[in-house]
């Protein structure tokens, strides 16, 4: 089992900024990788971004492609969402997440553990 803890989020206004952290523990060596998702009130959890612990190969949704950035740190065990250019649609629980690697990347039933995630709010 692996272990996701997230933190960074907060308030910030439109085109501002924010770094999310993640940090993973536990069998990271049965991890294939490590996403971010995001949930706002009433709407279906949504996919970010993910990176695998190996390679360090990354995959974006359309939505946050060339404002977002992920990364990860495998000597600190951590895995870093900076966000640019944030737009109050932005706003959400955003939730860390790894995966076995099995199943489609983008689907939260592909990852097994997940943490209890941190509010990002974007005001205009």
């Known amino acids: 089992q692996v272990q996701v803890v997230e933190s960074g989020g907060g308030l910030v206004q439109a085109v501002g900024s924010l770094r999310l952290s993640c940090a993973v523990s536990?069998?990271?060596?049965?991890?294939?990788?490590v996403a971010w998702f995001r949930q706002a009130p009433g709407k279906e959890r949504e996919f970010v971004s993910q990176?695998?612990?190996?390679?360090?190969?990354?995959i974006y949704a359309d939505s946050v492609k060339g404002r977002f950035t992920i990364s990860r740190d495998r000597t600190k065990n951590m895995v870093y969402l900076q966000m640019n250019g944030l737009k109050p649609e932005d706003t959400a629980n955003y939730y860390c997440a790894a995966t076995p690697g099995l199943g489609i990347p983008t689907n939260p039933r592909s990852y097994n553990d997940w943490g209890q995630g941190t509010q990002v709010t974007v005001s205009s």
């Open positions: 990176i695998s612990w190996g390679p360090g190969s990354t």
């Open positions: 536990g069998r990271t060596f049965s991890m294939y990788g």
